[in-house]
C-alpha cells in the first residue's frame, strides 16, 4: 500500500479535528442542558482549522455575528410582543444586518441569526432563545479552539522554517540569474514575488507559533522571531544587488569577472537553504551545525578579488549582503547549539 502524502496525511488530520470537535462540542452542550445544541455542532464543524490563528479568527467572527444577530432578534422579539406587524418588524431588522454582511462577509452569519431566533418558534420564554443559542455558539467555538490546540496541531516551525526555505532558494535563483549580467528578465519578477509570498508564508507562521506557545516566544524560540527580520534584510540586500548590476556600464561583459563571485553567493545561499529544510523536516539539530561557513570563506575570497573592477556600489551592495548572510547562518548556529544542549 503506497504510504500517503503529505497532502493527504494533512486532510486526515483535518478530518479528525473536525470530528473530535464535533463530538465534544455535542457532549459539552448537553451537559449544559441548552435546548439548541445543534448550534453548537454547526459551529463547531464551520470553525475548526489546521491552525489555531485560523480557528480563532473563525470562532470570533462566528460569536460577534451570532451576539449582533442574537441582539437583533430580541429587539425584534420585544416589538412583535408590543403588537407591531411580524414580517415588518423583521424586514426592518434584516435591512441593516444586510448591509453590514455585505460589507463584512465574515459577519453574515447576523442574519442566519436573526432568522432563526425570530422566525423559528419554540416554547417556552421566547427571549430565552437567543441567550441558549448565544450559548451553544460559544461552547463550539471553545471547544473548537481547544482541539485546534491540542489534536494534530499544526507545527508553525516546521512551517516557518519550510517558507524560510522556499524563501532563500527563490532569493538563490533571483542573484543566480542577476549576477550572469545578462540584464533584466520577466522570470525576475517571478522570482521577487516568490520570494515575497514566501516571507508573509513565514509572517503568519511566526503569528501562529505565538498563539501555540504558552511561554513568550522570544524566550522560547528566539531564532524563530529573529528569522522574518533577517530574511527580510537579505531580500532587500538582493534587491540593491539587482540594482547595482543593472546600472554597471557593461555587465555583460564582466560576467566573467563576476562569476566566481556570483557562485559563491549561490552556494551559501543553497546551504542556508538547506539548514532550513532540514529543521523543518526535524533533522536540523541532529546535523552538524555550520554548513555554510565553508561558502562564506570562500566568498570572502571571491568578493576580495573583484577589486574595483565591479565599482564601489556593487562592491557596497555585495559586502552588505554578506554580512546579513553570515548573521543568518550565525543565528542558526547558535540555535543548534543550544538544542543540543538543551537549553
Not at 452542550?29 to 445543534?38: E, K, M, N, S, Y
Not at 491552525?51 to 416589538?79: C, E, F, K
Not at 418588524?89 to 432568522?115: D, E, I, Q
Not at 525576475?188 to 506557545?213: F, K, N, P, Q
Request: hydrophobic letters at 50%; charged letters at 20%; one cysteine or more.
Amino acid at each position: 500500500m503506497p504510504a500517503l502524502s503529505q497532502e493527504h496525511r494533512a486532510w486526515l488530520r483535518q478530518a479528525a479535528r473536525t470530528l473530535a470537535s464535533v463530538f465534544l462540542s455535542d457532549v459539552v452542550a448537553r451537559l449544559c442542558g441548552l435546548h439548541d445544541a445543534g448550534w453548537a455542532l454547526i459551529t463547531a464543524a464551520i470553525v475548526t482549522s489546521n491552525s489555531v490563528t485560523s480557528t480563532w479568527t473563525a470562532g470570533r467572527d462566528q460569536i460577534v455575528g451570532t451576539l449582533i444577530g442574537a441582539a437583533a432578534g430580541t429587539a425584534a422579539i420585544g416589538l412583535s410582543l408590543l403588537g407591531y406587524p411580524k414580517m415588518p418588524v423583521f424586514a426592518l431588522m434584516l435591512a441593516p444586518l444586510a448591509l453590514l454582511a455585505a460589507a463584512r462577509p465574515t459577519l453574515r452569519l447576523t442574519c442566519v441569526s436573526l432568522v432563526v431566533v425570530f422566525l423559528f418558534p419554540s416554547p417556552g420564554n421566547p427571549f430565552e432563545r437567543p441567550f441558549d443559542r448565544v450559548a451553544a455558539i460559544l461552547i463550539g467555538a471553545a471547544v473548537s479552539l481547544l482541539v485546534s490546540y491540542l489534536v494534530f496541531r499544526s507545527r508553525a516551525r516546521a512551517s516557518a522554517f519550510a517558507a524560510a526555505s522556499a524563501m532563500l532558494d527563490a532569493l538563490r535563483k533571483l542573484l543566480r540569474e542577476v549576477m550572469s549580467g545578462s540584464g533584466p528578465a520577466p522570470s525576475r519578477d517571478i522570482l521577487g514575488e516568490a520570494a515575497s509570498s514566501a516571507l508573509r508564508t513565514l509572517a503568519d507562521a511566526v503569528i501562529e507559533a505565538r498563539r501555540e506557545h504558552v511561554s513568550a516566544l522570544e524566550l522560547s524560540d528566539p531564532l524563530l522571531v529573529r528569522l522574518v527580520p533577517m530574511l527580510r534584510r537579505l531580500q532587500s540586500d538582493v534587491l540593491f544587488v539587482t540594482r547595482a548590476m543593472d546600472e554597471l556600464p557593461d555587465a555583460h561583459s564582466l560576467s566573467g569577472t563576476l562569476q566566481p563571485a556570483g557562485q559563491a553567493l549561490v552556494e551559501v545561499f543553497e546551504a542556508l537553504r538547506g539548514r532550513c529544510d532540514a529543521i523543518a523536516r526535524g533533522t536540523g539539530h541532529a546535523a552538524a551545525p555550520g554548513e555554510a561557513v565553508a561558502e562564506i570563506m570562500t566568498l570572502d575570497d571571491r568578493l576580495a578579488s573583484l577589486g574595483d573592477t565591479a565599482g564601489v556600489p556593487l562592491r557596497f551592495t555585495l559586502q552588505m549582503l554578506r554580512r546579513d548572510l553570515d548573521d543568518v547562518e550565525a543565528a542558526i548556529k547558535q540555535d543548534a547549539a543550544q538544542n543540543r544542549t538543551g537549553h
